[in-house]
């Protein structure tokens, strides 16, 4: 018998159980909370009806910018741009900044200062503007334009950084030149404009003495475009950085 003496016996103590006045307290602490917030939404019905109001005119507002604004500016733009880009086909450079004021045609410069909210076709008119000014001469203004493209094209990224190579290559400007080559090189690498940049980066970067600089440019025209015009020649160019290094 001794041996059962302590069998129903336990060292754990048990959280006592919630009491019926505990059970009511929370039930009115609830009901309290609840009418405090009852009470302050009927006194501020106005002031949060009024933010409610904001919120759902700024999404609207929203809406209609992103799907109806900006789409009609975009096409509106497109269309300004059209004749400037008959003209930038035919050399005309006049005409493709400024238009044909006798035919009553806009140019880029038109485009960029009466659509700026229009991403795509005012891109397009900045890289035109930068590529006529670059055929007029005029190296700064390309830079300035050519400066503000932001596309989503590669080739057109790839054409705008090489063109910004040429004009600061007119400008004196050879390492500015030899980073916008190499960029243009890389950001559309494909057969038509990759081995001209790479080339022309080589070349640059040897009027610097950057001999290393060339040695990497050639070396891409050898190894992975050895067909192309640029990439023909790329051996004897290669050979000539590599010799300056030693």
Known sequence: MAKNKHRN????????APTV?????????????????EHF???NARQILS???VIALIFVLYLLYTNVYVPRQEAAAQADLFEAQRYFDKNDWDKVLNGDKTAKTKGALDVISSHSGSTK??????????????NKGEFQKAVDHLSDVSSNDDLVTAMANGALGDAYSE??????????YQKAAASSPN?????????????????????????????????KYPNSAQG???DKYLTRAEQKLQ
């Open 171 to 180: 400008l004196g400007k050879m390492q500015e030149a030899l980073g916008y």
């Open 191 to 223: 057969e038509f404009t990759a081995p001209m940049f790479l080339l022309k980066a080589g070349l640059i970067a040897e009027t610097q003495n950057n001999f290393k600089a060339a040695k990497s440019a050639y070396e891409q025209l050898v190894q």
């Open 51 to 53: 933010i409610l109001g």
């Open 121 to 134: 076709a005012v891109n397009l008119a900045h890289y035109y503007a930068g590529i006529a000014y670059l």
């Open 9 to 16: 016996t336990t060292l754990a103590t048990k959280t006592a």
């Open 41 to 43: 939404v009927e006194d």
């Open 232 to 234: 023909k020649d790329a």
């Open 21 to 37: 006045d505990d059970t009511l307290q929370i039930d009115r602490d609830m009901r309290t909370t609840f009418e405090k917030v």
